[in-house]
């Protein structure tokens, strides 16, 4: 865990609205894990005051990626950052996914900005496993590839793929991965997740989800995340520290 | 050997320097260590500890706001037995003055809270949380109250020889009441002040952005509200003040002593830049240096109206 100062190197807008920004950032980039996140400080001022936390993309050498969309000042003042200037970065932080094991699928799903983490589990992944990725959006607009192999699609709207939610085209193509040991990774909104867990639970697959929650510091000394654990009802769990990766079965969501 | 004298009193609890971490900002202890040199700092104050582990409140938590942040974490943490044996020992092992937060919700808790930690002797000091405003039973409602406060301090008083620190609540009419009541129930010092109560509504769904509907701000967004509690005090009450409130920098620092505290706690930054304490250590000796101050305990109230 390091606080480093470190050059922004590039920013592009991959989907409208969403952009993928470059750091140069040997210090983490050397270290990372697919699913753990980073704490960023977008402004040295007092607003907006608190770091925002955001999950890996990818790492290419000393490079780290971080996939964004605008959802307000924050998130603004990071889509024009000048290339060359300095981006405050605290991590690595959280568990990241778990991807050893003797699967043979890797069953990627993604709602919307829920891609994030996965160009990374990608890189990691394909030399090893086969993968199917399953990626879903409100519209077309919503519905981001990037850097994922194998991709179907779904969109709420029907503007691209199946008219439908993820899960459902996961439901789908169920008949195709079965025969096979798989291993589900998932992140997206709530009700996606919600869907993904009952889907995993119903059909007995294992899977590791990506969860989100407001959060100040993420790395343990706010509590200001809390997650509800089916296991153990005295005591939350830390989105931040003990996630933010989590087997669908061991979380209430 | 430090050119400046940046040692100061609370009580018979001295401090090698006045900046100290705020309870609920620094865990236990472990993760920040990571950032900050423990050694260095006046002092560490421990996560609300309260009888039974508590869980908390539920999810969301935390939202940011204009300069600040509302939490309403709920005084979640794991009770006195567990830090006793699980948190101690790591905490042990600085060099550093820890003061245990104690927030309970009757005045028995209270007592008995102190009495078991008292016999810890890694624990230096006791700061009674009589504000949280995020808890049913107890925690504002106390601290709303000048009788309350009076009995709590009074009772607590009587179950330690520890110095003993009331947190005050910024959500009455006259604080300096408060600090009076502590004075004369044998507080040694007031700790002011604990966070405002706010709220925050998502326009679209009409909803509150905090479960628990309101939280405490805490941020920079407070340090002018902190800075005149401080001064209300300062002016009214001879006691120390520990001064609390949107400190981002060692000039917060400074301008808290001079509007009457002794020392002073760092919060909310400590979740921004975990790294910040310690520089701010360095920065205040160098303001020191070159501004002719030989102690730094003569800044304080050293207001000039």
Request: proline letters at 5%; hydrophobic letters at 40%; aromatic letters at 6%.
């Amino acid at each position: 865990m390091f606080i480093i100062h470190s050059p922004v190197e590039e920013i592009i807008e991959i989907n409208p609205q969403i952009y993928l920004l470059k750091v140069f950032c040997p210090e983490i980039s050397s270290i990372i894990k697919p699913g753990q996140f980073l704490n960023i400080r977008v402004t040295d001022r007092i607003y907006p005051l608190l770091r925002r936390p955001f999950s890996v993309c990818d790492v290419e050498g000393d490079h780290l990626y971080l996939m964004f969309n605008i959802m307000g000042e924050g998130t603004s003042i990071l889509a024009h950052k000048p290339i060359g200037s300095d981006l405050d970065i605290l991590g690595p932080l959280g568990n990241g996914f778990n991807l050893e094991g003797d699967y043979e699928i890797a069953i990627i799903i993604a709602g919307g900005l829920g891609a994030a983490p996965f160009p990374f589990v990608t890189r990691k992944l394909k030399q090893n496993k086969k993968i199917i990725s399953f990626v879903g959006g409100r519209s077309k607009y919503d519905i981001i590839t990037h850097n994922l192999l194998n991709v179907k699609e779904a969109s709420d709207d029907g503007s691209r793929g199946l008219k439908g939610t993820v899960v459902k085209l996961l439901e789908n193509n169920l008949n195709q991965i079965k025969s096979n040991k798989v291993k589900v990774f998932g992140c997206g909104p709530t009700a996606m997740l919600r869907a993904l867990k009952e889907f995993c639970l119903t059909n007995e697959l294992d899977c590791e989800v990506s969860t989100e929650c407001a959060m100040a510091c993420g790395f343990g000394i706010c509590q200001g995340c809390p997650i509800e654990s089916t296991e153990k009802q005295d005591h939350y769990l830390l989105v931040c520290k003990d996630g933010p990766v989590f087997n669908i079965k061991d979380v209430v969501i | 050997m430090s050119k400046v004298d940046l040692s100061v009193k609370i009580g018979t609890l001295i401090l090698r320097n006045p900046v100290m971490l705020a309870s609920g900002t620094v865990g236990y202890g472990n993760e920040i260590s990571e950032f900050t040199d423990l050694n260095k700092l006046g002092g560490i104050v421990s996560k609300s500890l309260s009888l039974k582990p508590r869980k908390g409140n539920p999810p969301q938590r935390i939202v940011e706001t204009p300069s600040g942040m509302l939490n309403a974490i709920g005084l979640a943490n794991v009770g006195v037995e567990v830090f006793l044996k699980e948190k101690i020992p790591f905490l042990k092992k600085f060099d550093v003055p820890l003061i245990c937060n104690i927030a309970a919700s009757t005045f028995d808790e209270y007592v008995e809270c102190t009495r078991i930690l008292t016999e810890e002797e890694t624990i230096k000091a006791f700061e009674i949380n009589v504000s949280c405003p995020n808890v049913r039973e107890g925690g504002l409602s106390f601290g709303n109250n000048l009788n309350s406060v009076a009995k709590i301090t009074e009772l607590v008083r009587a179950a330690t020889n520890k110095p003993l620190i009331i947190k005050l609540s910024p959500n009455v009419s006259y604080i300096a009441e408060f600090a009076k009541v502590a004075k004369e129930n044998g507080a040694d010092a007031v700790s002011a002040i604990n966070t405002l109560v706010g709220a925050a509504f998502n326009i679209f769904t009409r909803k509150p952005k905090i479960q628990n509907i309101t939280g405490g701000l805490s941020g920079p967004a407070i340090k002018p509200v902190a800075i005149a509690k401080v001064l209300e005090i300062s002016r009214q009450v001879d006691i120390p003040i520990i001064g609390i409130g949107g400190i981002m920098d060692w000039k917060d620092v400074i301008e808290f002593m001079i509007a009457g505290s002794t020392a002073v706690q760092i919060g909310t930054l400590n979740f921004i830049d975990p790294s910040a304490p310690g520089k701010i250590l360095n920065q205040i000796e160098e303001h020191c240096i070159k501004n002719g101050v030989d102690k730094i305990s003569s800044l304080t109230a050293s207001y000039n109206i």
